[in-house]
T-cell receptor
Framework: DTEVTQTPKHLVMGMTNKKSLKCEQH?????MYWYKQKAKKPPELMFV???????INESVPSRFSPECPNSSLLNLHLHALQPEDSALYLC?????????????FGPGTRLTVT | GQQLNQSPQSMFIQEGEDVSMNCTSS?????WLWYKQDPGEGPVLLIA???AGELTSNGRLTAQFGITRKDSFLNISASIPSDVGIYFC???????????WGLGTSLAVNP
């Protein structure tokens, strides 16, 4: 089973709202990732968690706040977003955050900021 | 950031035709991954390659890790309508712990 689940599937929020995206995997993977993807572009890495600790932050604005409550769950808290933050947000996981491990992606959350 | 050179950018083919796409880099890669993405969905891993010269198949798909470790190709044989989508190559270079991505090949299949 290589399933990564994400909720919600779609999210519309205003610029003053606070919302959260959720991601879950039960593959025993110890690395989890958040990516942002614009239409017809490759995914852009935002954050990497390794063994539930933040290991990479790609200089993401503080209006995006990641959280890893346990080894199976990953959240992305959103606050005071801008319309240009509208995108497909993808969660991924891999056994470890090293180059010998494949990343498996969830279906994504389509976020629209109005 | 660093990106892979992926070509062609787009392809429009007839059902039943074979397809070939490739990725090249100026750096040596340790791992090559090929993904397919349908509109509004997450990328799905098709094939992973770990050794120079490695040739791996997954059904009608075949991918190879180039001998120089700076390129990889993906072939799709006897294309069908459900092959439509964007194909991305991605890989790890050197000690970089982040996946580096190609810009994608958009495939359209005419039934």
């Amino acid at each position: 089973d290589t399933e990564v689940t994400q909720t919600p599937k779609h999210l519309v929020m205003g610029m003053t709202n606070k919302k959260s995206l959720k991601c879950e995997q039960h593959m025993g993977h110890r690395a989890m990732y958040w990516y942002k993807q614009k239409a017809k572009k490759p995914p852009e890495l935002m954050f990497v968690y390794s063994y539930e600790k933040l290991s990479i932050n790609e200089s993401v604005p503080s209006r995006f706040s990641p959280e890893c409550p346990n080894s199976s769950l990953l959240n992305l808290h959103l606050h005071a977003l801008q319309p240009e933050d509208s995108a497909l947000y993808l969660c991924a996981s891999s056994q470890r955050d090293r180059d010998s491990y494949e990343q498996y992606f969830g279906p994504g959350t389509r976020l629209t900021v109005t | 950031g660093q990106q892979l050179n992926q070509s062609p950018q787009s392809m429009f083919i007839q059902e039943g035709e074979d397809v070939s796409m490739n990725c090249t880099s100026s750096s040596i890669f340790n791992t090559w991954l090929w993904y397919k993405q349908d509109p509004g969905e997450g990328p799905v891993l098709l094939i992973a390659l770990y050794k120079a010269g490695e040739l791996t198949s997954n059904g009608r798909l075949t991918a190879q890790f180039g001998i120089t470790r700076k390129d990889s190709f993906l072939n799709i044989s006897a294309s069908i309508p459900s092959d439509v989508g964007i194909y991305f190559c991605a890989g790890y270079a050197g000690n970089n712990r982040k996946l580096i991505w190609g810009l994608g090949t958009s495939l359209a299949v005419n039934p």
